[in-house]
């Protein structure tokens, strides 16, 4: 496909995000008009010169960014503003389902009351149903450099809040925080009725991913590029249908993989692994779904049933229920046929 053709192709599949943090979709620009307004000095004085930062060796040097920048939200209004400004943008991409996560941690350890961040977060969500129709499902994050004990205060903070919550998920620095770690804490949150994710084999080893699936029983893995390396695990994603989130943008930015050329995502593809595209922090890593689809067909030479295929995975991976994912579905497989 010529790059017009596929860019076109791209942008009218009918697409589904579920592995994005919304506060990696914080844009530089928005970050410096509400560091202004909340009268927070920023490191950088200008847009340029923070975005010329952004560049990363691995997870724990973007990660360290990622939490200053996190710091300029302070009030419920700027978690609205961050959550809308995400909605409009993946809108304009056709992106029909969304299933985000916050991470709380980040923000309740700067006195940020628990109610402020999830009120607007929700508000923003509830407007993007009705005025975008985008649908969504929202996924509390534990980050995993913090204690076990840290995450139990969290999930108790959620409760008055449960209603809004679909799930849980564990990110942050990977190595050397097992999910074996916090055993406890996610059997605890599907007591809760939390739906349960995590991120697993993006930095840290193939046993990673056995730990979250055998000790803390997750429904889909984020990431999961690591389960390669290990045969018997593959066969076990196969044949439950566990999903994987990639990220590809995400994977080349923080030096996962050196080229694109190098995305482990056709491979998947070939094994029969429900493998699925995001965009994890597209204000850090140059691009949102569009873009990641795009830069991944472009280097994987990606047909069109492939790109079909993954677009269906996608529902297919959510937490939709069957009737609405049959219905999305379709529309995919409408798009495609639609094309000449
Ligand atoms: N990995 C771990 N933690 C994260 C990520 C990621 O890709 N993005 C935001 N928090
Ligand atoms: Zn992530």
Known sequence: MKSLDLQKTIQ???????????????????????AKRNNIA???????SLKKAYQFNNLQEFLDIYYTGAQVLIHEQDFYDLTWAYLTKVHSQNVVHVEVFFDPQTHTDRGIEFDVIIKG??????????ELNISYKLIMSYLRHLSEAAAFETLESSIPFKELIDGVGLDSSEKGNPPSKFVKVFEASANHGYKLV????????ADYIWEALDLLKVIRID?????????????????KK????????????LKVIQKMEDHPLVEMLSKGILATIHSDDPAYFGGYMNENYYETAK???LNKEQLMQLAINAFEASWLSSEVKEKHISAVKNYFNSLS
């Open 198 to 205: 995590a991120h697993a084999g993006e930095e840290g080893p």
């Open 121 to 130: 977060i929700y508000k923003a969500l509830e407007k993007g149903k009705v």
């Open 42 to 48: 920023l490191d950088y004085d200008s847009i340029d």
């Open 12 to 34: 009218g599949i009918p697409k589904a995000e579920l592995h994005l943090h919304l506060e990696g979709s914080f844009e530089p620009e928005l970050m410096f008009e509400m």
């Open 299 to 301: 280097a994987l030479n």
């Open 242 to 253: 566990i999903p994987l989130t990639l990220c590809p943008l995400s994977n080349l930015e």
């Open 223 to 239: 990431h999961g590029n690591r389960c390669l390396d290990d045969e018997a695990l593959v066969q076990r994603l196969v044949e």
